[in-house]
């Protein structure tokens, strides 16, 4: 990116738009249920996660944090002993 110049384009709301459009192009590889190429999943997957590291960059945050953080948020959201086995949003379990 260094050699190109392209950190000037690289503002946080560009960034978060390249990762929604980069998902999006993932997404094509499963559409119509028609199996993708490793190959082409792995090029999509690699165009989302380069866009949220490089916003995490210039956001000044540690990747690994932000994801740790999240999963202890999301354990104190969801305890094993409630949704274990369950896909039910918050506030929804069945009686």
């Given at each position: ?9 690289h503002t946080p709301e560009n960034l ?25 999943v792995g090029g ?52």
């Amino acid at each position: 990116m260094i050699e190109r110049d392209w950190d000037q384009f690289h503002t946080p709301e560009n960034l978060a738009k390249s990762v929604a459009i980069e998902a999006g192009e993932l997404l094509e590889c499963f559409q119509w249920g028609v199996p993708a190429s490793s190959d082409a999943v792995g090029g999509e997957l690699a165009d989302v996660l380069t866009y949220c590291l490089l916003l995490a960059a210039k956001l000044g945050l540690d990747p690994d944090r932000v994801v740790l953080d999240k999963l202890e948020v999301t354990r104190a959201k969801y305890p094993v002993e409630k949704y274990k086995g369950l896909s039910t949003k918050h506030g929804h379990l069945p009686d």
